[in-house]
């Protein structure tokens, strides 16, 4: 009679058992046994087992058979454990097809990966502690299992060094945020600084020429001698800054303490010192783009090429997406209100 020999791969090793083959009922009969030990190791004898002697080898061979890939220490044990006499009239189980596969070619064992086997290895899986001596401390097979389990996700799962437009990604969205921090706190502080000097604002409405005059007002009582020379650096308009001496002299504005406007003086060097740091995002994110995508910065720019291969998702996701992808790209709010309207 044709004997069954059934492969299983424990993260301590790799075990050997037999049962014999029948052509009917067999699934049956291991479904109503498969849960009672006694009646299992009726229909299921343990024969060999070999572990491994390093966490190393454990990682080596489960990674060889994720892949279907015959190990050469899975190669040693078939070759020292499995019946080389006959060996025709024998079958291995195994569960994985793709395994079998490279094992009938490499060591010519003919193979099954059928439900019977799917079945048996269910319950070796079960009683396999109980099957093979030396796995009486259940908690330090457990630890076994759960060491290579992490150690097999952390091999899987790792960033994908060769992506460098990452680091455009990552830019573009920080260059994006800090565009609307900037432009929250600049609002804030207008607010707070029109109380004092109302007037500026008409004068000067761009935000951050704004808070740079206002860092060197400061008080537009107590103005510093050189005031107009700063301003002017600032602006580099001349009309602007006498029109801005004129109304510091008869506004309209109210007073405030120094211990107020050294709070508002600190906001706003805060909000100085955040819009360089875009700045120097932005050179960066620059000269990242004509490294990665000079192409695409030439076409369209850096900053809309960056923005492009954010909403991609990857550069080579924007490289293979069709025309029609592209130009709704970035447009799915519209999109979406144009359906409800």
């Given at each position: 009679?044709?004997?069954?020999?059934?492969?299983?791969?424990?993260?301590?090793?790799?075990?050997?058992f037999?049962?014999?083959?029948?052509?009917?009922?067999?699934?049956?009969?291991?479904?109503?046994?498969?849960?009672?030990?006694?009646?299992?190791?009726?229909?299921?004898h343990?024969?060999a087992?070999?572990?491994?002697k390093?966490?190393?080898?454990?990682?080596?061979?489960?990674?060889?058979?994720?892949?279907?890939?015959?190990?050469?220490?899975?190669?040693?044990?078939?070759?020292?454990?499995?019946?080389?006499?006959?060996?025709?009239k024998?079958?291995?189980?195994?569960?994985?097809?793709?395994?079998?596969?490279?094992?009938?070619?490499?060591?010519?064992?003919?193979?099954?990966?059928?439900?019977?086997v799917?079945?048996?290895?269910?319950?070796?899986?079960?009683?396999f502690?109980?099957?093979?001596?030396?796995?009486?401390?259940?908690?330090?097979?457990?630890?076994?299992?759960?060491?290579?389990?992490?150690?097999y996700?952390?091999?899987?799962?790792?960033?994908?060094i060769?992506?460098?437009?990452?680091?455009?990604?990552?830019?573009?969205?920080?260059?994006?945020?800090?565009?609307?921090?900037?432009?929250?706190?600049?609002?804030?502080?207008?607010?707070?600084?029109?109380?004092?000097?109302?007037?500026?604002?008409?004068?000067?409405?761009?935000?951050?020429?704004?808070?740079?005059?206002?860092?060197?007002?400061?008080?537009?009582?107590?103005?510093?001698?050189?005031?107009?020379?700063?301003?002017?650096?600032?602006?580099?308009?001349?009309?602007?800054?006498?029109?801005?001496?004129?109304?510091?002299?008869?506004?309209?504005?109210?007073?405030?303490?120094?211990?107020?406007?050294?709070?508002?003086?600190?906001?706003?060097?805060?909000?100085i010192?955040?819009?360089?740091?875009?700045?120097?995002?932005?050179?960066?994110?620059?000269?990242?783009?004509?490294?990665?995508?000079?192409?695409?910065?030439?076409?369209?720019?850096?900053?809309?090429?960056?923005?492009?291969?954010?909403?991609?998702?990857?550069?080579?996701?924007?490289?293979?997406?069709?025309?029609?992808?592209?130009?709704?790209?970035?447009?799915?709010?519209?999109?979406?209100?144009?359906?409800?309207?």
């Amino acid at each position: 009679m044709t004997k069954l020999y059934i492969l299983y791969e424990h993260a301590a090793g790799y075990a050997l058992f037999m049962t014999e083959q029948q052509e009917e009922g067999i699934l049956n009969e291991i479904k109503k046994r498969v849960s009672d030990l006694e009646k299992f190791k009726e229909i299921c004898h343990f024969v060999a087992f070999q572990p491994f002697k390093r966490g190393r080898d454990a990682l080596e061979n489960i990674n060889c058979i994720s892949e279907g890939i015959l190990h050469s220490h899975l190669e040693e044990f078939l070759e020292n454990s499995f019946p080389k006499k006959k060996k025709k009239k024998h079958v291995l189980g195994v569960e994985d097809a793709q395994l079998a596969s490279s094992i009938k070619e490499k060591l010519d064992i003919t193979c099954d990966a059928s439900n019977v086997v799917n079945e048996l290895i269910r319950g070796i899986r079960f009683h396999f502690h109980n099957l093979v001596s030396g796995f009486n401390d259940l908690s330090a097979a457990t630890k076994v299992q759960l060491g290579l389990g992490h150690a097999y996700s952390r091999a899987k799962v790792k960033f994908n060094i060769g992506r460098v437009d990452n680091m455009i990604i990552q830019t573009i969205t920080l260059v994006d945020q800090m565009d609307k921090d900037i432009n929250t706190l600049s609002m804030r502080v207008r607010e707070w600084y029109s109380h004092h000097f109302p007037e500026l604002i008409k004068i000067v409405p761009e935000n951050t020429l704004y808070i740079q005059c206002i860092n060197m007002i400061r008080d537009r009582k107590n103005m510093p001698e050189d005031i107009a020379e700063q301003l002017e650096n600032i602006l580099n308009d001349p009309l602007k800054v006498q029109n801005i001496l004129e109304v510091a002299r008869s506004s309209m504005g109210m007073d405030i303490s120094n211990i107020d406007l050294e709070n508002m003086y600190t906001f706003a060097e805060r909000v100085i010192a955040l819009s360089e740091r875009r700045k120097h995002l932005m050179d960066y994110l620059k000269s990242k783009m004509h490294c990665v995508a000079p192409n695409l910065a030439a076409l369209i720019g850096e900053v809309v090429g960056a923005r492009l291969i954010a909403q991609a998702g990857s550069l080579t996701n924007l490289a293979k997406a069709p025309a029609s992808t592209v130009q709704i790209l970035g447009a799915e709010k519209a999109l979406f209100r144009y359906e409800i309207l």
